[in-house]
């Protein structure tokens, strides 16, 4: 027996995020362009540097990432409950609320009007707004979970659920507005670090569980690694903030806590990685582009979940803390890893929403190939820039002047690489509107 | 009964493992006290000075500059002073490191602005390291101070004859006042003249004996 799945909600979220993924890989570019030409669209307060890049991450994270992630959640929960999504109508109502919070915050952060704490920069009424659609969505997805037809739940829906649990306390507590000083950073790490490690490691992890079986035609490798996997991340991430201020203003045991804590990672890294590999097996080379995306989403995972760890420690943290390397690390979980993952998802669910194929798997591959090469171009150029860099601090006769002058090479590569990024994404999001009309222009044939 | 299968059973497990690292990491350092026990000389920020945090947040110049001074030799030296400006200031020659960044410092921060990203050079130990005048020309043209700086220029905050607005003067104080919770440029100053006063004095001694014994 086969449920029938509207799947408006999660249609809706996908069109919604792929377009602003746009807008902010488009802002993205800008910036990069500032770096090499710092006059380049000078002068105007709104399109400031400081102004529009907490724009560029705030959008990624929730504008694309998120709003991608909980549209695909909206297709993959009821499938693996074997149920109907709990209410369509809340879905939508939270989807109204998603994209006024995202085209709020476009407005409100290019005029200035910022809380000044990483990743917690929407103003406060905004937060509210963010608390209100999260409940509704926990409340479609928990709902439809508990009318599933099926008692034992897959690994996806395990991840799914804690990260709406990790989120909503996220994100209430590191918005209170109760912190100040050196307590006040410690605080924003606890979040910031988790906004990565309990909302998009998570996500990305349910949905690349859920896809990868899917797109392979191979069964999950093994229950027992999920298992593991899923309670060391539960456990083990939580303590991890404090690393990022590592020589800082903070209590020394509260720095190698986090140093023990994050090098304990590697094991809910390695078993979840084990298990993909495992999963992928004898699939590499006969792989289209939506396998190639979740296999280079895996490969990128690993790495930036081992430099992460390695970032940590003391000697290595001297060199690359503050530096663009550091840069080229967070696009490699956020860009190669994360949204590898929930751009398969979309090309894998699109055309089971719609009932049709992609408009286009040449455009697809050419997607993939773009992406995975704009991205390796700008993540290898800012880690060697980004080590130079950290290595001449190391010496305090070279002028800081001096050592800005010498990243405008590898500057220079991120911008041209930012251009192979953003070009993929256009045809990513050209690809989704020509599948989309296509439907719709037969369906009016067929109304008429 | 199995996770697998217990919904509430999931939630309360991940509830709990969050709880515990939480309070470890969190709530402990919320009540130590050393914290935000404010330094002997730090001050509260003037209206002037808020108002200038203001405009130093609403520009995001946190994300490219860090206000913390790490705990590493190479950062108290390049942060401190060197011997061309102690000598032109302080008519003393010495190279002066700042001092490490403490909690201390930072007590009357909220939001905290400790930054995680160096596009330009850190900020804790800003204040009085140059006048008035180089810091709106900066602030207006950072390159006709900084050749090869990649700084935006903040036209916006100077009015048509360039001369800078309320804005503008109230970020210059905010970044005056940065690093001055710790009064650190004089008093190690202070030490460095009584320790070359000492040296000297013993250096007069030496030769006093020399003559003597000839």
């Known amino acids: 027996m086969t449920t029938l799945h509207e799947d408006k909600t999660a249609r809706w979220f996908l069109y919604f995020s792929v377009v602003f993924f746009l807008v902010t890989i488009l802002i993205g570019l800008t910036m990069a362009i500032k770096f090499v030409f710092p006059d380049f669209l000078g002068g105007i307060a709104a399109l400031g540097f400081g102004r529009i890049r907490v724009i560029h991450t705030n959008g990624v994270l929730f504008g694309w990432l998120l709003a991608a992630n909980m549209g695909l ?13 709990f209410s369509e109508k809340l879905g939508i109502a939270t989807l109204g609320i998603w994209v006024f919070i995202i085209l709020a915050a476009v407005i409100t952060f290019a005029s200035g009007d910022t809380q000044a704490r990483e990743y ?59 912190y100040s000083g050196v ?32 797109a392979t035609g191979n069964p999950l490798y093994s229950h027992k ?54 999963t992928l097996r004898g699939k590499w080379s006969q792989g289209n582009y939506i396998v190639k995306f979740l296999l280079a989403g895996t490969v990128f995972y690993l790495l930036t979940c081992f430099q992460g760890p390695m970032h940590s420690l003391r000697s290595v943290n001297q060199i690359v803390s503050k530096t663009d390397w550091i840069i080229g690390h967070a696009h490699m979980a956020v860009f190669g890893a994360f949204s590898f993952f929930a751009i398969a998802g979309i090309y894998f669910a699109l055309p089971k929403i719609l009932k049709r194929p992609m408009y286009s798997d040449k455009l ?24 130079i860099q950290g290595l001449q601090w190391m010496n305090y006769t070279i002028a800081f002047l001096d050592t800005v002058k010498a990243m405008f090479p590898y500057y220079l590569i991120r911008m041209f690489s930012g251009l192979f990024m953003m070009t993929a994404q256009i045809l990513f999001a050209y690809n989704v509107y020509k599948t989309v009309q296509v439907q719709d222009s037969q369906l009016q044939t067929a109304l008429s | ?18 709880a515990l690292g939480t309070y470890f990491t969190m709530v402990v350092p919320l009540t130590d006290e050393s914290l935000f026990t404010p330094t002997k000389d730090a001050k509260p920020y003037t209206a002037v000075e808020l108002k200038g945090k203001e405009v130093y947040q609403r520009e995001g110049c946190w994300y490219c500059h ?96 360039g001369l800078p607005t309320e804005e503008a003067i109230a970020l210059i104080a905010y970044l005056q006042k940065l690093g001055t919770n710790i009064k650190w440029r004089e008093e190690r100053v202070e030490q460095v003249r009584r320790l070359q006063a000492k040296t000297s004095t013993q250096e007069n001694h030496s030769l006093a004996e020399l003559k003597e014994n000839n």
Do not use: C
């Open chain 2, 66 to 161: 860090t206000q913390q001074v790490r705990n590493l030799l190479e950062e108290t030296q390049r942060y401190g002073m060197g011997e061309e400006e102690t000598f032109k200031r302080f008519g003393v020659r010495a190279l002066i490191q700042a001092p490490p960044s403490q909690p201390g410092e930072y007590v009357y921060d909220k939001p905290h602005l400790l930054g995680t990203r160096r596009v330009g050079p850190d900020l804790a130990r800003v204040g009085g390291k140059y006048d008035n005048t180089w810091q709106f020309n900066h602030l207006r043209d950072p390159r006709s101070t900084s050749p090869g700086s990649i700084m935006p220029s903040y036209t916006w905050l100077f009015d048509k004859n």
């Open chain 1, 364 to 387: 697809g591959e050419w997607h993939f190939w773009l992406s995975f090469v704009g991205f390796l171009g700008f993540a290898i150029s800012l880690w060697i820039g980004g080590f």
């Open chain 2, 1 to 18: 009964m199995k996770f697998e299968s217990k919904a509430v059973l999931l939630v309360l497990g991940v509830a709990v493992f969050m």
């Open chain 1, 183 to 214: 307590n006040d950073a410690n605080v924003n790490w606890w979040f910031g670090h988790n906004a990565v490690g309990l909302i998009f490691t998570p996500m990305g992890v349910a949905m690349a569980y859920y896809f990868i079986p899917k």
């Open chain 1, 120 to 178: 917690l920069e929407l103003n406060w009424w905004l937060d509210v707004l963010v608390t209100i659609a999260w409940v509704m969505f926990a409340v479609n997805i928990f709902g439809t979970i508990a009318k599933r037809k099926h008692e034992q739940m897959y690994v996806s829906l395990w991840y799914i659920m804690g990260t709406i649990f990790w989120t909503a306390i996220l994100w209430i507590v590191g918005n209170l507005p109760v």
């Open chain 1, 73 to 85: 959640a909206y297709y993959t929960v009821p499938r693996l409950a074997g149920t109907k999504l």
């Open chain 1, 225 to 278: 690694l999920s298992i593991i996997g899923f309670w060391t991340i539960a456990f083990l991430y939580i303590w991890n903030g404090a690393h990022h201020i590592i020589f800082g203003p903070i209590p020394t045991w509260l720095q190698t806590v986090a140093i023990l804590f994050s090098v304990s990672l590697l094991i809910p890294v390695w078993t979840v990685i084990a298990n993909f590999f495992g």
